[in-house]
């Protein structure tokens, strides 16, 4: 099929993740390496042949919202994305990859499983969601519930059995779960005509009743791990697809054979999971986070095809003035720097996961360890590090990938011109699928704030000791004050030096590094200035160009690994560093010479000519 390319995210399984690292974390005397490459191509040739061929008739056909004989609504999904996911139960890709094979998994790392996600998208991002959302709950199931709630459950989401979405927002609670309204309460004496079920559901553990509404739920037509506050505050509950109800379901500009609901719980009985008032933290922040490493595979996935399509119609399909269009200047500049991004943006995607799951196998061991053994403090410090690491690289790679990947399918559609707004080629369903995907889980700009919080806002102790050491006038670095993300930066150009790297490319990241170092001490200066409050405002309008200039470093540092596993990386590595230095250049003046109108009157004078205008 035209325009299906998984060639760079082969390369990346086969040369750009490190495996034996993982494997040795993990527990592994053998290298699986191979098998998960294997598992890859299968995938790879199933969404190919059978998947993509059939997205057009699932955006068409669309979900629906139906009553049944009982008068009860029913989502129906597309016939097409029921048989694509009858068919991924059958190559083993539907859920229980990650699980461990006393629960009917494979055992593999997160990481295959995102790249799964990743083709499953290239092939229909609609049909990429499920695999995606089982696989998360399971593991948040894994990590937390009762060993009861596992083995009944787990079997049924590996068959399909069971499907199973998160509920975390609400109409008036989004990003900010502050304005949560769904409540639960025990179970205990409360339960009316729902006794019987209480009871049932006792026997796998501590049933209270839910009420309230979410909204925006992708799969809400089946079981619900749902966010709702009780006495000890907001805890998780796994709620039953026949225990609420789903009174409406989206009709959305993209991912339309994906099923968008609204979810009613009125004295829903719902099954705890974990502990009460840990249900944001730890336990739906793990599903948040194998969400968001999820959609950046997702938006990687759409974006790898729009730019695909438009590679084949450019140097094939597309002669003007007797040449190929992609030998047109800004046709070939459009086509080389889509390439050129997607690769740096797949690098850090699975940077980011392969961090992630060095911090869940090392979890893993640290369980089955004695917690006051010889080895305990040693994993514990590990474990805390890689944490820290995965907050920080998740919520930058899910920012990065899905803001490219909307770059990429706006220019990919003006490679083809008008037949590009038409729906005679995909690029205009690719369009609108994508741009979802700097919304949910978490908008773009709830991204930034994180990085920025993990990169800025939690180093001002640190900063502040280096604006000390240099008497107040200049930032003086020494051993005991050098900030986290430095020594991380440290550590990856160190193991690039040790593989032998080159010089120049190592020289351009310190051009880039000193480009982040003078805007983090603007940014800290700035601050300084001003009251606490207003300091943070100011902060707030260069969120973006600092994350955008630390992940430049990332990217950079993660091309250069993979250029030194195999040639064929080498000349993207060094494309990528010679443009990355003037952007960082221009991304440390904007910080520099940055101006505060958004947050003083001239803002209002701005917004009030616009109004007296309109």
């Known amino acids: 099929m035209k325009g299906f390319d998984y060639s760079d995210l082969r390369f990346v399984f086969e040369h750009g993740i490190p495996w034996a690292r993982i494997g040795e974390a993990r527990g592994q005397t053998e290298d699986w390496s191979g098998e998960y490459l294997m598992t890859l191509d299968n995938a790879a040739r199933f969404c190919r042949d059978k998947v993509a061929p059939r997205a057009a008739l699932a955006d068409e056909e669309e979900c629906r919202l139906e009553a049944d004989e009982t008068g009860k609504k029913r989502v129906r999904l597309p016939r097409s994305i029921l048989e694509g996911l009858e068919q991924l139960k059958g190559i083993g890709a539907f859920c229980g990859m990650t699980f461990p094979e ?36 399971g593991q948040v199931l894994l990590e937390f519930a009762d060993e009861k709630v596992t083995q009944a459950y787990l079997p049924k989401l590996v068959s399909g059995e069971r499907i199973c979405s998160m509920g975390l927002t609400e109409p008036a609670a989004g990003s900010d779960l502050a304005n949560m309204r769904t409540v639960a309460v025990p179970a205990d004496g409360r339960a009316g005509g729902r006794q019987a079920r209480v009871r049932e559901l006792e026997q796998l553990g501590k049933v209270y009743l839910l009420n309230g509404t979410k ?63 840990r249900g944001l933290v730890p336990n739906m922040l793990k599903l948040m986070h194998i969400a968001r490493v999820g959609v950046a595979c997702q938006s990687l996935g759409i974006a790898q095809r729009a ?61 089955s360890l004695d917690p006051q053994g010889p080895a305990a403090p040693e994993l514990k410090s590990r474990l805390a590090r890689y944490a820290r690491i995965v907050d920080l690289l998740v919520p930058m790679c899910k920012y990065d990938a899905a803001e490219l990947a909307n770059q990429v399918a706006y220019s990919s559609l003006q490679v083809f011109g008008g037949y590009g707004f038409t729906r005679e080629y995909p690029l205009e369903r690719l369009y609108r699928d994508v741009r979802i995907t700097s919304i949910y889980e978490g908008t773009s700009q709830i991204q930034l704030r994180e990085v920025f919080n993990g990169a800025y806002s939690t180093e001002k102790i640190g ?53 982040l170092r003078r805007a ?3 940014c800290f200066l700035q601050e300084q200035k001003r009251a606490r409050e207003a300091g943070k405002s100011y902060l707030s309008l260069y969120q973006r160009e600092f994350v955008d200039l630390l992940g430049l470093s990332f990217k950079a540092l993660a091309l250069m690994r993979q250029a030194l596993a195999s040639p064929a990386k080498i000349a993207a590595a060094g494309a990528f560093v010679e443009r ?16 505060d109108d958004l947050i003083t009157d001239g803002y209002e004078a701005v917004m009030h000519m616009a109004q007296a205008v309109a």
């Open 102 to 137: 006393e629960h009917g998994g494979l055992g593999f790392p997160l990481t295959v499983s995102f790249g799964l996600g990743e083709v499953l998208s290239m092939g229909d991002s609609s049909l990429g969601l499920t695999p995606m959302l089982q696989e998360g709950v």
């Open 215 to 277: 909204i925006f739920i992708t799969n809400g037509f089946g079981d619900v791990l749902a966010l709702a506050r009780t006495a000890e505050g907001i805890s998780t509950f796994l709620v039953s697809a026949e225990d609420k109800e789903v009174p409406r379901i989206e009709k959305k500009l993209g991912i339309r054979g994906s099923a968008t609901c609204e979810v009613l719980f009125e004295d829903s009985p719902g099954i705890l999971i974990g502990e009460p008032g």
């Open 307 to 367: 730019h695909a399509l438009a590679f084949d119609y450019a140097t094939r399909d597309r002669v003007q003035f007797g040449v190929p269009i992609a030998a047109h200047g800004p046709v070939r500049k459009i086509l080389f720097e889509n390439e050129l991004q997607l690769q740096a943006t797949r690098a850090l995607t699975y940077l980011a996961s392969a961090y992630f799951d060095l911090k869940e196998s090392t979890r893993l061991t640290m369980r």
């Open 463 to 515: 900063l502040l000791n280096q604006l000390k050491c240099g008497g107040g006038r200049t930032f003086v670095e020494t051993d005991r004050n050098r900030l986290f993300v430095d020594l991380l930066l440290d550590e990856l150009a160190g193991e690039i030096r040790s593989l032998g790297g080159s010089a120049p490319w190592l020289q351009g990241v310190q051009e880039m590094r000193a480009c």
């Open 520 to 522: 983090r001490e603007e």
């Open 580 to 595: 990355a230095v003037p952007l960082a250049e221009y991304l440390e003046s904007r910080i520099r010479r940055g101006t």
